[in-house]
Nanobody, 130 residues
């Protein structure tokens, strides 16, 4: 059974930093895509960043480019999201997720679309105060 455990959320002031971790279990994810999503109250879940574990290629939403960095440690089956220069509008619950289909049977590159993803973590809350 695929499972994700997110951690690293918290409360910070604007301009601060947090590093989120997504520890995966149940299988090796070296051939899969891992995405980070967020959902603020009253808003739809949106793609923030994703990484293709087989080659390290990445995607970032325009709203986080230059501030967030996604990375992976394949040996630990863990993906990180380093978030710098946080803004109040970054406040949301953050989720990691994966697509059930390995990259060689689907899309070579990861995608930011939530409906492409099949397995989700429970989320970690990030709150940024002004």
């Amino acid at each position: 059974e695929v499972q994700f455990v997110e951690s690293g959320g918290g409360s910070v002031q604007a301009g601060g930093s947090l590093r989120l971790s997504c520890a995966a279990s149940g299988q090796s994810f070296v051939d899969y895509h891992i995405g980070w999503f967020r959902q603020a109250p009253g808003k739809e879940r949106e793609g923030v960043s994703c990484i293709s574990m087989h080659d390290g290629s990445t995607y970032y939403a325009d709203s986080v480019k230059g501030r967030f960095t996604i990375s992976s440690d394949n040996a630990k089956n863990t993906v990180y999201l380093q978030m710098n220069n946080l803004k109040p509008e970054d406040t949301a619950a953050y989720y990691c997720a994966t697509i059930a289909t390995p990259y060689y049977s689907g899309s070579y590159y990861c995608t930011p679309f939530r409906f492409d993803y099949d397995y989700w973590g429970q989320g970690t809350q990030v709150t940024v105060s002004s």
